[in-house]
């Protein structure tokens, strides 16, 4: 094994120097080099310790060196040992009369058998450089430190950057016994290893607080984040025993006034950084997670689809494969515009919207059409960014209000009942009660949802302001969205989230102005024909999407034209809850005629008279429930429209069926005039 030498580190910097990561690996080349023995290694380890000191980082150099012995559990780890080393220090004579560092390394030992092997070790180092009374400098040290505690010290906390972070400890002492005060009651122990907040995150959203510990366990130093609240608190602080932290119920009150009191004296002392717990626009104009000096701090549920959203592979892969996506297929170039234009809806003041693709037909392409919507911003794998509908409400309702401004993808065969979404279209999810007897902070989002599905997304019964909010594309065989959609899919999973951010980058604001007078030139182009402005709104968001995107991604000159997405419109009627209500019970009728004829045996609905239908009042509330229609809002549309008869302020009428008189409503079957009224239906 070759011999160092001081020149061999000449161009190190003091950076270097101070990294822990790379003092590891330098230490590690010492360890595992072929041919290395015991002395190589130490002759070694004292020339890389002159580095440091003829540079002044003595300290620094010992403070490393501790820190990787102890990862290597002081040695003794199986493949140290299956290199013949032992990892240890060889202090010199000045080592041991004029500095702490090898009286240190046995007194911050926690363990006590392993704490005498330390020191009989050392004490046949003393006496190889001629200290013969090492036992009793020991011993003196050991007595100063317990009588001194902590004064005048500080806690020397790992830091998350590398180095230490030195903190005032106030009251308290650490030894290799743990944390404690000294009180009239006794000694009060806080823990029985070291812990500290080494950093504090501030939520620019919520202004609250959480403070990042670290703990020593096993040899290496572990980090957790926790809301302050939870961490001065004594009976949630006990949480912390989940992650290794020594914490019991008769210890956690003092461990948060402990954590409590540390926080507040050294406040200026911890650095402080800016947090985020969601996705989107932020208030000051950047864009969560595209800035570099704010940390992600929100619910461990939501961190797999945080960090999906991320650059993978290459951006000319992506972009050449989701422009042959977007030539391919009008349907597939919607979607990528519908993902593009979910972050334009704040700055621009529109509404949340859905496009939704869904046919019965496999292999058409719809879920790869959604994975390259998806693609825009982050992973495409299903279940990572892309959600399915295997939610509650309320589920449904934190995740938009996590992404926030990124659009929302869900994938599945089947919708769930539970899915609503007129709620999800408001962008507003319900005020809600806490544990605490107060309320829970009510999430807000716009953005564009992206669904698949076998069946609409909305059925006959829902209502308008659903069926408005949402685009719904039907795909069929052989008119594929996608045309190859295995290739695609491949490409697509190992390039992704390039485009999104630079969409973001070069959206200022006078392209944003741009996209304000598109939006209006394409809405009032959209609303003049026959559909709700609702529906042209949600529409023309998709053609300034497409516009700009191409405009700052794709480059190639083309553009969805208000005529192609007209195709993919509701028209007005079809929009209308009481149109399709009216739809729904003539056709009710129809398939139920048998029971129409006001005579003979069996159930009777009523009677058809005519061209018009006189349907038992209480069989026509049932047949409303079971097509998900309101009987009142029904009726009460019908009678605007003119398509019921009644009398006076009633919906309904009264007609003799079966020699019995019963109120109906009389419905205008399609394409009659109104019929006479008689002297009975009058009296009735």
């Known amino acids: 094994m070759k011999i160092y030498d001081a020149a061999s580190y000449r161009n190190v910097t003091e950076e270097q120097l101070r990294d822990a990561k790379w003092f590891a690996e330098k230490l590690g080349d010492l360890i595992w080099s072929p041919g290395g023995t015991q002395e190589t290694f130490e002759e070694n380890v004292r020339i890389l310790r002159t580095v440091y000191q003829e540079r002044q980082m003595d300290a620094v150099f010992m403070e490393l060196f501790a820190r990787v012995r102890k990862a290597l559990d002081g040695g003794r780890a199986e493949s140290v040992a299956d290199a013949g080393i032992t990892v240890r220090m060889i202090y010199t004579a000045d080592d041991f009369l004029y500095t702490d560092y090898p009286y240190e390394e046995i007194f911050s030992e926690t363990n006590g058998f392993r704490q005498e092997q330390i020191k009989a070790q050392l004490e046949k180092q003393a006496k190889s450089v001629g200290i013969r009374n090492f036992r009793t400098l020991y011993g003196q040290y050991e007595r100063s430190q317990k009588n001194m505690g902590n004064k005048g010290r500080r806690f020397c906390i790992p830091n998350m950057l590398g180095g230490t972070l030195e903190l005032d400890p106030g009251d308290w002492k650490m030894d290799g016994t743990g944390i404690y005060k000294d009180t009239v009651r006794g000694r009060e122990y806080a823990c029985t290893h070291s812990i500290a907040p080494v950093r504090r995150l501030r939520n620019i959203d919520t202004s609250d607080e959480k403070l990042t510990l670290a703990y020593e366990r096993s040899g290496s130093v572990r980090y957790i984040t926790k809301p302050k609240r939870e961490l001065f608190d004594g009976a ?33 002392v911890i650095p402080q950084q800016d947090s985020v717990g969601r996705l989107g626009w932020l208030e000051d104009g950047r864009f969560s997670p595209y800035v570099e000096d704010v940390v992600f701090d929100g619910d461990a549920a939501y961190g797999r689809i945080f960090s999906a959203i991320r650059e993978k592979g290459s951006f000319d892969e992506w972009l050449k494969c989701a422009v042959e996506c977007r030539n391919y297929s009008r349907t597939a170039q919607i979607m990528l515009a519908a993902s593009f234009a979910s972050v334009l809806i704040r700055k621009i003041g529109r509404l949340s919207f859905f496009v939704h693709l869904w046919g019965v037909d496999s292999e058409t392409g719809k879920t790869v059409a959604l994975m390259l919507a998806a693609s825009v911003w982050g992973s495409p794998e299903i279940g990572q960014y892309v959600q399915t509908f295997r939610s509650t409400q309320v589920g449904h309702e934190k995740v938009a209000a996590f992404l926030k401004h990124i659009p929302m993808c869900i994938d599945e065969k089947q919708l769930d009942s ?25 999430p807000t989002w716009n953005l564009s949802v992206l669904t698949t599905g076998e069946t609409p997304l909305t059925g006959s019964g829902v209502g308008a302001g659903a069926v408005n909010r949402v685009i719904d594309i039907e795909c069929r065989n052989p008119e594929k969205v996608i045309e190859d959609g295995l290739k695609t899919s491949r490409i697509l999973l190992r390039n992704h989230g390039h485009a999104g951010r630079r969409f973001i980058e070069q959206l200022t604001p006078e392209l944003l102005n741009e996209a304000d007078r598109l939006h209006q030139t394409y809405f009032r182009e959209l609303a003049g024909g026959d559909t709700t402005e609702k529906q042209a709104g949600a529409a023309a968001m998709i053609l300034t999407a497409d516009h700009l995107a191409d405009k700052l991604i794709f480059k190639t000159g083309r553009h969805l034209t208000a005529g192609e997405i007209s195709a993919f419109l509701q028209t007005r009627s079809a929009v209308s809850a009481g149109s399709r209500g009216y739809d729904y019970i003539c056709d009710w009728v129809a398939l139920n005629s048998a029971k129409f004829a006001g005579e003979g045996t069996g159930d009777s609905y009523g009677l058809i008279d005519g061209d018009y239908a006189y349907i038992n009042r209480t069989v026509f509330r049932k047949s409303c429930i079971e097509g998900g229609y309101d009987e009142r809002a029904l009726l009460s549309w019908l009678r605007a429209n003119s398509l019921i008869l009644t009398r006076g302020r009633a919906f309904t009428r009264g007609k003799r069926i079966n020699g019995v008189n019963v109120e109906c409503v009389v419905l205008k079957l399609p394409g009659c005039g109104v019929p006479p009224e008689t002297e009975e239906d009058m009296l009735l």
């Open 236 to 268: 949630k602080v006990l949480d912390l025993s989940s992650v290794g932290v020594a914490v019991t119920s008769q210890t956690a009150k003092v461990l948060a006034r402990y954590l409590c009191e540390i926080e507040d004296i050294n406040y200026d």
């Open 418 to 442: 539970k899915f609503d979404v007129y709620q999800l279209a408001e962008g507003v999810g319900k005020t809600r009660g806490n544990k605490a007897g107060g309320i829970d902070q009510t």
